[in-house]
């Protein structure tokens, strides 16, 4: 599976908005990019999954540029509560995840 | 519809003992997968079942490590003579079908100590 690049961490503010980067430049056809998102001491959970252009749900928007090496996650007006880790990966037909060391999110009040 | 889940949450052993962990999909779910998480590290892949059959245990050490997930029953990673190096967070995982957009749902975790 092709590896992703995304930051170790980032600081923001209650209020703003958040976006995460992350690179795949050795992105296969048939790979769907997926968002998960980690609480201390749980497992992920599902945040959102995109194949090109945008996606959004009631948790965040997910933009894919139409080369499709990079996506970036997008959280609106974080909370304390979304202080988590947030892993960016790519997913085929194998259902086989590889996750990085994702991005460490630390919303402050 | 209760979620994935993991049994025991913690675990502590010996080494030289042995560990079970053991997993119970989502209702209707039947994909499972094994993923290990040293602390401040991503999960890593370790095995990938359907009923009664392995699919992929690439991710899996050679010796020690085991898993099934019979006709009936949860899932079990089993470790042998427990190390050390085997202290981490289990997380099991299910899917309804394979494939790409299929979304993985995760258990809490069994976080094992290995004294």
């Known amino acids: 599976l092709a590896k992703t690049t995304q930051p170790i961490s980032m600081d923001s503010y209650e209020g703003q908005e958040v976006n995460i980067t992350c690179s795949h430049n050795n992105i296969a056809t048939n790979d769907y990019i997926t968002w998960y998102q980690q609480f201390p001491s749980q497992g992920p959970r599902f945040i959102i999954q995109?194949?090109?252009t945008k996606v959004t749900n009631e948790v965040a928007s997910l933009f894919i540029p139409a080369d499709r090496k990079s996506s970036t996650l997008s959280l609106p007006r974080v909370s304390l509560s979304d202080t988590a880790v947030y892993y960016c990966l790519l997913i085929n037909n194998n259902n086989d995840m590889r996750f990085g060391a994702g991005t460490r999110l630390t919303v402050k009040p | 519809n209760a979620g994935v889940m993991q049994n025991p949450r913690h675990l502590v052993r010996r080494r030289g003992q042995e560990a079970r962990l053991r997993c119970s999909p989502m209702k209707g779910h039947s994909h499972v997968y094994w993923y290990r998480q040293l602390p401040e590290e991503g999960l890593k892949f370790m095995v990938y079942l359907q009923k009664e059959n392995i699919i992929d245990e690439s991710g899996m050490p050679k010796e020690r490590f085991s898993a099934e997930f019979p006709k009936e029953g949860p899932s079990i990673l089993r470790i042998q003579q427990v190390v050390r190096g085997d202290s981490a967070a289990y997380f099991c995982?299910?899917?309804?079908?394979?494939?790409?957009?299929?979304?993985?749902?995760f258990g809490p975790g069994t976080r094992l100590t290995v004294l």
């Open positions: 995109g194949y090109k």
């Open positions: 995982a299910s899917s309804l079908t394979s494939g790409s957009a299929d979304e993985q749902f």
